[in-house]
């Protein structure tokens, strides 16, 4: 079910989220409810005591079928975990550069361990591609980014992790439903109480499913009858694989590839990402595939174009198995690191080329300035948060195209002084 937000401007997003609390924290359903925490919604005026918080959530857990003595067994001794708390409300300074991200996503490690899981499973991920048809190297890179393999798995209680946010954290109510669907999985006799251990927002095993993911998706594959996807490999990519299929997954596709822009003219306002075009009309419009071999056999999609630095970095045309990659985890970054690491893994890592590594990126308070000034000078970026997301790129165009700049709305320096000077000329 992961909730479908914008698509965040991804180095932000990574930075944000994924970073700062570990790799395990970067999991479907997670992003979407972790981006939606800087949304905040405002805390209650008055504070439950956690007691009186827990009897409540105790009757509604029993109407919801789950038992007193799962209920009781489950919430024995628990109290709100502060470092859960700590980790909701962190808002770090710096975001990290997108190639920075893909340097570490796409490791010479990851690529090796990668290719070796591909060849020790190769029986199982075959199994699994019949049933499921999606392809290995996918999922083996789902699984590394993940949890590394099932290294990363988390450590924490997810039923104090969820409780703690559904208590304290900001959007309660998307908490409180995870952590409803956490008690049934417990009750359904899956895993057992102190084998359920997950990031601090609830994500879980070597997928990094949210509660409400797993009971949607989860598979068990190797056939012991437990949805193992903590300790089971076997049922961690089968579980991966049932999510990507359902999320539209094109058996044996490309996700997309990089393409060269005209030099000249080139109107980068097409790649919003609302855009999307056949892959014809983007070749009509001048846009040549950085190999010519990716263009081949591709005819019946739809393609987006994205620049996941601005005008002055790489260009990808995405087609559908990226916007599947972004079911499971709702980030530009992440999925381009998804397919590329497939890529890599099957051989063929295409370095990007030309990321604007003197391009620093924005604090957030200097994104918070941009998203002012932006306003200020009547382009509407919404409430400034810090957040670059659809409306603030979309304002940031409105202003490159006022000033004559490429309207690849991508905020950075140069953008944020082209805004001080012009609302400094300003009567
Ligand atoms: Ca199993």
């Known amino acids: 079910m992961p909730a479908r937000l914008p698509l965040f401007f991804a180095a932000i997003c990574i930075s944000l989220f994924t970073y700062q609390a570990g790799a395990s924290t970067s999991s479907p359903v997670v992003t979407p409810a972790i981006s939606a925490i800087t949304q905040t919604s405002p805390a209650p005026l ?30 024995a001794g628990l109290s709100p975990d502060p470092q859960v708390l700590a980790a909701d409300q962190s808002q770090p300074e710096f975001s990290r550069p997108v190639w920075e991200y893909l340097d570490s996503a796409v490791s010479s490690w990851r690529v090796a361990r990668g290719k070796a899981l591909l060849a020790e499973h190769a029986k199982t991920l075959q199994a699994i591609e019949e049933r499921f048809q999606v392809d290995p190297s996918v999922l083996v890179a789902v699984w590394g980014m993940e949890s590394s393999f099932g290294r990363q798995i988390g450590s924490k209680n997810v039923i104090r992790s969820l ?39 609830g994500a879980m095993g070597q997928t990094q499913f949210m509660p409400s993911t797993y009971r949607q998706y989860a598979i068990d594959f190797d056939g012991d009858g437990r949805r193992d996807i903590w300790g089971s490999s076997a049922d961690a990519l089968a579980s991966a694989a049932n999510y990507l299929r359902l999320s539209g997954w094109q058996h044996q596709q490309s996700w997309g590839f990089e393409v060269q822009l005209p030099t000249r003219g080139f109107d980068y306002a097409l790649a919003d990402g609302e855009h999307s075009m056949s892959l014809q009309q983007w070749l009509d419009l001048g846009v040549i595939p950085r190999d010519s071999s990716d263009a081949r056999n591709i005819t019946q999609d739809v393609a987006t174009l994205f620049l996941p630095s601005g005008h002055q970095g790489p260009a990808y045309l995405l087609l559908n198995n990226f916007r599947s990659i972004l079911k499971y985890n709702n980030s530009t970054s992440y999925a381009l690191a998804i397919g590329l690491l497939a890529n890599a893994l099957q051989g063929d890592y295409r370095v990007p080329s030309n990321w604007p590594k003197h391009d620093r ?19 509407d970026s919404g409430k400034p948060d810090g957040i670059i997301g659809v409306n603030s790129r979309q304002a940031v165009r409105g202003f490159q195209k006022t000033q004559g700049l490429p309207a690849d709305g991508y905020p950075n320096e140069a953008i ?12």
């Not at 918070?368 to 200020?376: A, G, H, S």
């Not at 944020?416 to 009567?427: C, G, H």
């Open 46 to 75: 008055t504070q439950q005591s956690f007691a009186q918080w827990r009897a409540a959530l105790r009757m509604e857990a029993l109407n919801q079928g789950i038992t007193p003595l799962l209920f009781e067994q489950a919430f």
């Open 163 to 201: 409780a703690t946010l559904a208590y304290e954290g900001r959007r309660s109510d998307f908490w409180r439903g995870q952590l409803i669907a956490a008690l049934h999985i417990l009750q359904e006799g899956d895993i057992a109480i102190n084998g359920m251990i997950g990031s601090w927002a």
């Open 361 to 379: 990126m924005l604090s957030r308070q200097e994104r918070i300035e941009l998203q002012t000034l932006l306003n200020q000078l009547g382009f």
């Open 416 to 427: 944020l002084n082209s805004l001080r000077r012009v609302a400094a000329q300003r009567p």
